[in-house]
């Protein structure tokens, strides 16, 4: 009887030690050796989970795949440790870019999970979509995550990542759906903006996906289901609202509000973009005229497709519309991309001056993206140069894109155009566009794209949209 105790304790041992064994066992069947994250079986059990909470609480989910550019020049020049290394380091730095509710796993080799539950799926004001705004701020914190380098045993390493965005219910119903469609959006970025990242467009489905997208756009342009929201353009010196940006979005019955980005490029194919300019322009000059009577006669602007910019008697049908509103064409601003106007030089520039003798104000978008020749550039109409927002994004803190902006607008000052910054987020990027001589800026810094209705008291806000930290 004295031995008892020995042997109550150890059995005891034995079961903690067994039980400890399986815990192990279980761990490793559910989470990546090298980096301690969940491996792909357990993310997709989660998400399940995700997915049946979201339906019950009529939430959204998200899902971003991000694989590793350059992964493969690690292995190659550094060796296998070195790569191993690298993976550990990221998987610690991706921890950090999500809330402690969501999830980060590590697919296999240089690929990487994170699943965003819980997202709120109330449009806010300006019919912003919150769950596509809580993804996006997670691909930029990943993508900041990225910026700094990699120390592999003294060996500094600058690693980029593509990231590809799927979100339920809008693009998918299930967890293996949603996975496919982020990683189809992945390898999209991959091809066109490597580095960056992409939402899921139906143009990455499958071939059923798209009939049904392109049954509801064209009883989209038959029943006209599209509504305007309104951005503003800020003098970057006093903060007034120096116009008013048009941006389409189509009120999907099915889906809610789709972004432009998600339709315009399918619209283009089909044939429907002239159907959707043609009402852009006539409400643009109802909604002119809407305001007129309120006491407000603000600049508006909006954007022409290359196919409406070569379309036949452009110019008239414009100002037909705009007769009906009784609006001035020297109140309007025709902003057509860098690209469209590259693409055919010397047509755009005759159809350019035939809007210019009209009276319109014209804007050249997304400026850096599109290869012009200053040659070209020197001869074309043009009143306003946007600086596409990938060179300002970031710009106080980099010292190549920060010279690469003041020449920007240096060449639009040189040209007699007025530089205007697109896509200002923080008061560091809205504080160097305004030392360097920047006259007009957009953002959401200022204001994202609202409603009609929310114009009036943005516009006349008493200190305009300056950021707080610029107020002097």
């Known amino acids: 009887e004295h031995g008892a105790p020995w042997l109550i304790q150890g059995v005891i041992f034995d079961i903690a030690e067994r039980k400890n064994a399986e815990e192990q066992v279980a761990f490793l069947a559910y989470h990546d050796k090298l980096t301690g994250l969940p491996n792909r079986a357990l993310f997709e059990e989660l998400l399940d989970s995700a997915i049946a909470r979201a339906r019950r609480n009529d939430s959204g989910v998200g899902v971003l795949y991000l694989d590793l550019d350059n992964f493969k020049m690690v292995n190659d020049s550094l060796g296998h440790h070195a790569g191993d290394l690298l993976l550990a380091q990221l998987a610690d730095r991706l921890r950090t870019c999500t809330r402690d509710t969501d999830l980060v796993a590590r697919q296999g080799g240089d690929e990487f999970l994170l699943l965003l539950g819980d997202l709120d799926r109330d449009l806010e004001e300006g ?231 009209w009276g319109f104000t014209l804007a050249l978008d997304d400026f850096g993206t599109g290869y012009s020749s200053l040659a070209r550039l020197k001869h074309m109409p043009v009143d306003v140069l946007k600086i596409d927002k990938t060179f300002v994004h970031g710009v106080h803190g980099d010292m190549g894109q920060a010279s690469m902006v003041r020449a920007m607008i240096q060449l639009a000052q040189g040209l007699n155009m007025t530089p205007l910054a697109e896509g200002v987020e923080t008061p560091q990027e809205h504080e160097f566009l305004r030392a360097n001589g920047c006259r007009l800026a957009q953002g959401f810094l200022y204001s994202r794209p609202v409603p009609a209705e929310e114009i009036p008291s943005l516009v006349k806000r008493e200190a305009g949209l300056l950021p707080v930290a610029s107020h002097g």
């Open 127 to 357: 019919g912003a979509n919150p769950a596509l705004a809580a993804a996006e701020v997670v691909a930029h914190r990943v993508r900041d995550a990225l910026a700094e380098p990699f120390d592999l045993h003294g060996t500094s390493f600058f690693a980029t990542g593509s990231i590809g965005i799927s979100l339920f219910p809008q693009d998918a119903q299930d967890a293996e759906s949603l996975m496919r469609n982020a990683d189809a959006a992945m390898y999209r970025t991959k091809k066109q903006e490597p580095g960056g990242f992409m939402l899921f467009s139906d143009g990455d489905a499958d071939p059923a996906h798209t009939f049904s997208l392109t049954t509801r756009l064209r009883e989209a342009v038959r029943e006209e289901h599209w509504v305007l929201h309104w951005q503003p353009i800020i003098d970057i010196e006093t903060g007034e609202v120096e116009s008013l940006e048009a941006l389409i979005r189509w009120q999907d019955p099915k889906g809610g509000l789709v972004p432009p980005l998600e339709f315009i490029p399918l619209a283009e194919e089909l044939g429907l973009i002239e159907a959707i300019g043609d009402w852009v322009i006539a409400e643009l000059a109802r909604q002119h005229a809407d305001w007129r009577e309120q006491g407000l006669d603000m600049r508006v602007g909006f954007n022409l497709s290359p196919r409406q910019l070569w379309s036949a008697r452009l110019a008239e049908k414009i100002m037909s519309n705009l007769r009906a509103g009784d609006v001035d064409p020297r109140r309007v601003i025709v902003e057509i991309t860098e690209s469209t106007a590259m693409a055919d030089p010397e047509r755009t520039q005759k159809i350019l001056a035939d809007l210019h003798a």
